[in-house]
């Protein structure tokens, strides 16, 4: 929400240093992507732009010997492109080697990053909210509780398309690692499994979950949003929610692997690294409660190194 985009390096016992940072977007960033090699960021935001950062320049200028006049133009982001509203989520697209970005404006675009113009411009029926993809697999999440799924050898063509039994907002997505299907968090406190297959539709399912009960009055139950979504390499998932809690899920056996300790603050997003050996997550208010719940906040990244049993998949056994 400062308008920064911070670039950090973690070693394998977890500590961090902070690389490198640009504040060019005008309004708070929404959404971040690396290219397939890392040498790129993109980001997306409220003031409508889709901004590309060489990270190698970037980091190479920020040496005590680079001219402060190249440092400061290599630590600045380019504008790749627009959206007519705010890029909520941008994606980037191995094998078509393009960024894909989605807007409350409807649409879905597709850039490659050797342009400034959009390569492919789709409209969607509603403003885009969550997306997540894997190889050829891309799903959208949208107002109104609409998905689409599309194959990206396609992707001017909707494949599949859906309205969750989700009683209210999508928040969060994230497809499996199978590449089978995704889930879908929302706003009440719910988790969505989906597959793409029509044969597998039948394993759909539905689970609460980010609900505390109230010790005074077991009649009542405080329902919080599914703020993220992660699949760990192994394909189990975590969740994190406005309730402060991360927990871990085996969706094949329908389980909960591990609710971890409460955090001060809300969980606005979480991510397994690549290896999946590390959880990051971040602490930020998600203005939830509103205005009046808003003091003295804390904004933090964490790290979690993950032990096997917190994501490793059991046998078959309900929630």
């Not at 394998?12 to 690396?34: N, Q």
């Not at 890029?87 to 400034?116: H, Q």
Request: proline share 4%; charged share 25%.
């Amino acid at each position: 929400w400062d308008n920064r985009v911070m670039v950090w390096k973690v070693q394998d016992d977890g500590t961090t240093s902070a690389m490198t940072s640009h504040s060019d977007h005008k309004g708070p960033v929404l959404c971040t992507t690396f290219s397939a090699d890392g040498a790129r960021l993109f980001s997306g935001g409220s003031d409508n732009a889709l901004r590309m950062w060489d990270l190698g320049r970037a980091l190479s200028s920020s040496t005590e010997t680079a001219p402060a006049a190249a440092a400061a133009a290599a630590a600045s982001a380019s504008i790749l492109g627009t959206h007519a509203k705010p890029i909520r989520t941008i994606k980037f697209c191995t094998g078509m080697n393009l960024v894909a970005t989605g807007s409350w404006d409807s649409t879905l675009k597709y850039w490659d990053p050797r342009t400034e113009k959009a390569s492919l411009s789709v409209d969607i029926p509603e403003r885009v909210y969550a997306m997540d993809s894997i190889d050829n697999l891309m799903v959208v999440g949208m107002a109104g509780r609409i998905v689409h799924v599309y194959d990206l050898r396609k992707p001017k063509k909707t494949f599949k398309s859906e309205t969750m039994a989700l009683k209210n907002q999508i928040r969060s997505l994230a497809c499996f690692p199978d590449k089978t299907g995704y889930a879908v968090g929302s706003v009440c406190g719910r988790v969505a499994i989906s597959y793409v297959a029509p044969q597998e539709e039948k394993k759909n399912f539905i689970f609460k979950c980010h609900r505390i009960r109230q010790p005074k009055d077991k009649s009542r139950v405080e329902v919080y949003s599914v703020n993220s979504i992660s699949f760990h390499p192994l394909g189990t998932f975590a969740t994190g929610g406005s309730d402060g809690f991360i927990t871990t899920w085996d969706k094949d056996s329908k389980q909960r692997l591990k609710k971890f300790g409460a955090c001060p603050e809300t969980i606005s997003s979480c991510a397994f690294n690549k290896k999946g050996n590390m959880l990051a997550y971040a602490l930020s208010y998600d203005w939830s409660r509103g205005m009046s719940a808003y003091e003295n906040k804390t904004n933090k990244i964490c790290l979690h190194l993950v032990v096997n049993s917190e994501v490793s998949p059991t046998p078959r056994r309900r929630y």
